[in-house]
C-alpha cells in the first residue's frame, strides 16, 4: 500500500505537470459538480434536525442563535459562531458539559520504508489517481472556479502529488483538496469574497493543533455533547447546500446535473471507486451527449 500510494503520487504529479487534469477539469460542467456536493453535505445537514431529536433544548437554542445571527443586520461574524456559543452556554447549564480532557501526549511518528511490487502498484495507483485528482482535485477547482476564483490546477495536482508521495513513508494515506472543506472556506457562508481566505488559514491552524493534539481532541465529543457538534456542523453547511441545489436547477442544464445528483445518493460502486466519482462521469456523459447545445448556447437559458 505505501509503495502503490507513493508511486500514484507520481503519477498525480506527472498529469498534473504535463497539463492533462487541467483539460480534464475544463470538460466537467459546474453544475455537475455541485449535484456531488449537495450531496456531500446533504447528511450533515439532516443531522442537525436529526440532532434536534436527540438534545432539544441545546440544539433548539443553537438553531435559534443561529437564526438571530442569519437576522442581525451588517453582522461580520458568520451565524454559526453564535450558535455554537448559545449551545455551550446552555449545555454548561443543563450539567451536559464534561471535564475537561487531562493530559497530552505527542503523536507518535513511525515511518515505513515503501516496498515496491507490480500487484501493489497495479492495485493501488489507479485508484489513487481517481480519488486525488479527480474525485477532490477535480471537484474542489471547478466550485473555486464557479465562485470567480482562479485556482491553479496544474499546480494543485502537482503538489498534491508530491506530498501524497512524501507522506506515504507515514502511511498510505492520499493528500488531496479537501472536497467538504473547499465549500465551506470558499462559499458564501465564509463572508465577502475579498475575506474568504482568512477562513482556509485559521481552519488550517485549527486542523494542526487537533493533529498535534489529538489525544485530547478525541475527547471533545465526549465532553461536549455530540448532538450539539453534529447539530453546529450542519448548520455551518446549510448555506453551502442551498446554493449547490440552487446551481442544480438554474439551468439550462438540468438532466446530467440531476443524474450526478442522483448516482452521487446512491451506493454505486464500479472498480472500487465510490459513487461521487461515477456520478461525476455519468452526469458529465449525460450533458455532453444530451444537453451539448446548452452548452454551446450559453445564452439559451440562465446560466452553464
Excluded at 22 to 27: G, L, S
Excluded at 107 to 136: E, F, K
Excluded at 232 to 240: F, I, N
Excluded at 244 to 249: S, W
Aim: net charge neutral; hydrophobic share 55%.
Amino acid at each position: 500500500m505505501v509503495g502503490g500510494v507513493a508511486v500514484a503520487g507520481l503519477a498525480v504529479a506527472a498529469l498534473g505537470g504535463l497539463g492533462l487534469m487541467r483539460r480534464v477539469t475544463a470538460v466537467v460542467p459546474a453544475p455537475v459538480v455541485f449535484g456531488v456536493v449537495a450531496v456531500t453535505v446533504l447528511p450533515f445537514v439532516v443531522g442537525t434536525f436529526e440532532a434536534l431529536g436527540e438534545e432539544p433544548l441545546v440544539v433548539g437554542v443553537a438553531l435559534g442563535a443561529y437564526v438571530g445571527g442569519r437576522r442581525l443586520p451588517g453582522a461580520k461574524i458568520p451565524p454559526v459562531l453564535p450558535a455554537l456559543v448559545a449551545g455551550l452556554v446552555v449545555a454548561g447549564l443543563t450539567g451536559d458539559i464534561g471535564p475537561l480532557p487531562e493530559g497530552w501526549l505527542a503523536p507518535a511518528i513511525d515511518p515505513a520504508r515503501p516496498v515496491l511490487s507490480l500487484r501493489g502498484i497495479a492495485a493501488v495507483v489507479p485508484v489513487v489517481i481517481v480519488l486525488v485528482a479527480m474525485q477532490a482535485n477535480l471537484t474542489a477547482v471547478v466550485y473555486l472556479r464557479s465562485h470567480e476564483f482562479r485556482p491553479p490546477a496544474r499546480a494543485i495536482d502537482v503538489a498534491t502529488g508530491l506530498a501524497t508521495t512524501l507522506g506515504a513513508v507515514f502511511g498510505p494515506v492520499p493528500v488531496c483538496m479537501a472536497a467538504l472543506m473547499t465549500p465551506v472556506t470558499a462559499g458564501p457562508e465564509a463572508g465577502e469574497r475579498e475575506v474568504r481566505h482568512w477562513s482556509v488559514y485559521a481552519s488550517g491552524v485549527v486542523l494542526l493543533l487537533i493533529g498535534l493534539g489529538s489525544g485530547v481532541a478525541a475527547a471533545i465529543p465526549e465532553m461536549i455533547p455530540l448532538p450539539l457538534l453534529l447539530a453546529v456542523a450542519g448548520l455551518a453547511l446549510l448555506g453551502v447546500l442551498g446554493h449547490a441545489l440552487g446551481e442544480i436547477t438554474r439551468g439550462p442544464l438540468r438532466l446530467g446535473p440531476l443524474v450526478a445528483f442522483a448516482v452521487a445518493s446512491s451506493d454505486l460502486a464500479l472498480l472500487d471507486l465510490a459513487s461521487p466519482f461515477w456520478a461525476l462521469v455519468f452526469g458529465t456523459g449525460v450533458v455532453l451527449v444530451l444537453e451539448g447545445g446548452a452548452l454551446r448556447n450559453p445564452d439559451g437559458g440562465n446560466r452553464t
